[in-house]
T-cell receptor
Framework: KQEVTQIPAALSVPEGENLVLNCSFTDSAIYNLQWFRQDPGKGLTSLLLIQSSQREQTSGRLNASLDKSSGRSTLYIAASQPGDSATYLCAVRDPTDSWGKLQFGAGTQVVVTP | NAGVTQTPKFQVLKTGQSMTLQCAQDMNHEYMSWYRQDPGMGLRLIHYSVGAGITDQGEVPNGYNVSRSTTEDFPLRLLSAAPSQTSVYFC?????????????FGQGTRLTVV
């Protein structure tokens, strides 16, 4: 069974510092990996989608890498801002069943201090 | 562009009551699903649908029922609410399965069963 792990569970950084968030998964046979942001009491907002054939994706200050062979993805957020404070979740789309369901990590809670 | 819309946003039920959580998407997505989010447990799949008239169980289906009569709507029914069903419920949709499939989530329904 696919297991997705995010370490650390919580992270606090001063404004301006780069953020590095980790996601690991046990089965490298994935369709894709998606990073989400969740603000307190809110829904999930999609940040980046990396297809299984891709090594990285970029959007503005965000860059996500994917290394399927080692079962890892890293989300980099450059020059962090207080508005980046949120919980970040990664999810892999697993092809082991006919639908390709999402398997989520537990998330990393980020606080960016002014 | 509404995306995925969930109603209600908040609900308090008494044990034994039944209710329906509504989910609608306007993106003509084939795939829709329901997750629950609990502290320390992450997001877990309840039920999913790969198209109108087709539904299947996820990880934690007991106590919930679904149907999909149209492409747009995927309601989740709680048959007889229990305190263990206190949770935040998220509906998600995606166009197809495969490597370039991005999942979109609603804003969630916060349910308390007393």
């Amino acid at each position: 069974k696919q297991e997705v792990t995010q370490i650390p569970a919580a992270l606090s950084v001063p404004e301006g510092e780069n953020l590095v968030l980790n996601c690991s998964f046990t089965d490298s046979a994935i369709y894709n990996l998606q990073w989400f942001r969740q603000d307190p009491g809110k829904g999930l907002t999609s940040l980046l989608l990396i297809q299984s054939s891709q090594r990285e994706q970029t959007s503005g200050r965000l860059n996500a890498s994917l290394d399927k062979s080692s079962g890892r993805s890293t989300l980099y957020i450059a020059a962090s801002q207080p508005g980046d404070s949120a919980t970040y979740l990664c999810a892999v789309r697993d092809p082991t069943d006919s639908w390709g369901k999402l398997q989520f990590g537990a998330g990393t809670q980020v606080v960016v201090t002014p | 562009n509404a995306g995925v819309t969930q109603t209600p946003k908040f609900q308090v039920l008494k044990t034994g009551q039944s209710m329906t959580l509504q989910c609608a998407q306007d993106m003509n997505h084939e795939y829709m699903s329901w997750y629950r989010q609990d502290p320390g447990m992450g997001l877990r799949l309840i039920h999913y649908s790969v198209g109108a008239g087709i539904t299947d169980q996820g990880e934690v289906p007991n106590g919930y029922n679904v149907s999909r009569s149209t492409t747009e709507d995927f309601p989740l029914r709680l048959l007889s609410a229990a305190p263990s069903q206190t949770s935040v419920y998220f509906c998600a949709s995606s166009l197809t399965q495969g490597a370039n499939t991005e999942a979109f989530f609603g804003q969630g329904t916060r349910l308390t069963v007393v």
